[in-house]
């Protein structure tokens, strides 16, 4: 490369990535297939529009790379209807808001100490400002059971429009029967916001929204799905005239939410991260991916029993998903931001997270957030997971003992070096 100064950046960072151990729930490595894809010439293209409908010429190839995207996400998630477009999770739920909404609409979704994501509502974002969040939450800490009962009288009360089941940080299965009776009730659209479990769902091991009634479903594609940095909007119903002018019913969605997607928040879309998309979906179809979403968790539940058997307290006692939260104030009696920068220091990477009714700020919070989707893709198997869980104990109980933490960064650095990144050739 002949921009020096980024080539060694980009060596750096490959390097930083080999020799540590990669636990951000939210991070995985991809396959040289999915990277080369991403690196394209298909990053020079505009195709404004979408399959067969665009806005410029030469689209001879990028119809087909988008349409073998979109078809290969329906057969993943069993969706009538996918729009690949959505340059990340974010906008992606931007978009269904927007399709379905007006300002001031209610949207009820998951309280964001108990896991929700900031698209859900948080103050200060462009959502929270145009539409009315409203909240359930979970009853009882040590067990993760939302208060469905309290989110019944809610809806009752308060009559969403969309009721949102999805995450960031919960690390249990959501009873989506629950969700599709209380929307009923209301007469509120279901959404499920996949973007953590979407490689999970895909690889068959936790269960399909669509399979309860749910009618859109938006994921990033970049978390357990193993693919490009980007995200997807899945619904059930088919477009209907993508010319003429559709009422708001739930039999439009595919339609408002395409015309929401574009023209209504993007430009032209990323042809060369659809690409990558589509290589991903491929990958998910194999057979190997529901070996690895299996493997990934079951590490977490060895992760899991491997820290609290060594005195860290799991927020709900364990995890049925990839991801584990610990309060790490309530283990050790210091915050999350402490925690993590100890681990990073000696190579294991996760983040500082808030926990239910977290006392402490967001930017110290009593927790830490961690998963198993990068490492089981790195080939680390349940046996590992003690391993980590010891180096994580040793590591915090000594965090200001620097010969310590010397030791255990050399020997993680050793341990992780023996292990591939999928990239390699
Ligand atoms: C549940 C959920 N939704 C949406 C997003 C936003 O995705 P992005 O960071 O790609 O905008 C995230 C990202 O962490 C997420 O966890």
Known sequence: MKDKVIGRLIKQEEKRQRQGLELIPSENYVSRDVLDAMGSVFTNKYSEGFPGRRYYGGQVNTDQVEQLAIDRAKALFAADHANVQPHSGAPANEAVYHAWLEPGDTIMGMELSHGGHLTHGRPGTISAKLFNFVRYGIKDVETGEIDYEAMREMAIKTKPKIILAGFSSYPRELDYDRFAAIAKEVD???????????????????????????????????????????????????????LKEVEKTVENLPTLIDRTVFPG??????????????????????????????QILANAKSLSEALMKRGFKLVTNGTDNHMIVCDVNASFGFDGSIAERVLDRIGLTLNKNVIPDDPLPPYRPSGIRLGTPAVTTRGLKTEHMEQIAEWMSQALKSRNDEPTLDRLAKVIKDFASGFPLPSDR
């Open 188 to 242: 509120a659209v279901l959404m499920a916001d996949m973007a953590h479990i979407a490689g999970l769902i895909a690889g068959k091991v936790l269960s399909n929204p669509f399979d309860h009634g749910f009618h859109i479903m938006t994921t990033t594609t970049h978390k357990t799905l193993r693919g490009p940095r980007g995200a997807m909007i899945l619904t059930k119903g088919k477009v209907s005239n993508p």
């Open 265 to 294: 928040l993007q430009g032209g879309p990323h042809m060369h991260t659809i690409a990558a998309k589509a290589v991903a979906f491929y990958e998910a179809a194999q057979p190997e991916f529901h070996q690895y979403c299996l």
